[in-house]
């Protein structure tokens, strides 16, 4: 059995986007910074580092990899 998808109003979204976007206290940053990862997020980071090393192998490729994307982010925001 498949579980539904959550679906927001725009007027949640815009909340939770304020929400997110807000200046974090000192102290709720380091209640957070506190907290160990669980296993499935030190797995998730771990294979993001694996494949970007990868897909990226030296500090080149990975300074020409962000050169080109903010050529493209730079047309699509212009």
């Known amino acids: 059995m498949s ?3 959550a679906t927001l109003t725009a007027e949640e979204r815009e909340q939770l986007a304020r929400w997110e976007e ?3 206290p000192p102290d709720e940053f380091a209640a957070r ?7 499935y997020e030190r797995e998730s980071f771990e294979d993001m580092v694996s ?3 990868r897909r990226y ?3 080149g490729d990975r300074m020409r ?7 493209r982010l730079r047309r699509r925001t212009a």
């Open 3 to 5: 579980t539904p998808i």
């Open 65 to 71: 990899a962000i050169r080109i994307r903010m050529r």
């Open 22 to 24: 807000r200046p974090l």
């Open 51 to 53: 494949w970007f090393t």
């Open 57 to 59: 192998p030296t500090a």
């Open 33 to 39: 910074v506190a907290v160990p990862m669980s296993d």
